[in-house]
């Protein structure tokens, strides 16, 4: 075990961005809608975005893959997504997919 801060399991420090939680009515048939829809919200929020990090429930899936150091620490694409500056959490069907994006400037 490492003495490294990201390996407390502290819950993540949500708390300078903008968490947006979607259920769909009609439900989401798989992670390309998810992500669609999730890029629409980023894109009513910011001129210009880039997703920085995702995760997929349905196939156990996350981008960055790997990114966590620590066993049992954040999930590795909550900890990229926040060290990155993420500005928006888009959260489809209580965590099912979950997308960090940061607004683009130029």
Known sequence: MTNDPRCRLNPPDYSRLEIVNLTP????????????????????????????????????????????????????YILYGLTHGAKLKVDVEDGRFVFFFIPVEW
């Open 25 to 76: 009515e009609n439900g989401i048939s798989g992670f390309e809608e998810a992500m669609a829809l999730a890029k629409s919200v980023a894109g009513r929020r910011f001129e210009e975005y880039m997703l920085v990090s995702w995760y997929d429930r349905d196939r156990n899936f996350e981008s960055p893959a790997g990114a966590a150091e620590c066993e049992h620490a954040v999930a590795g």
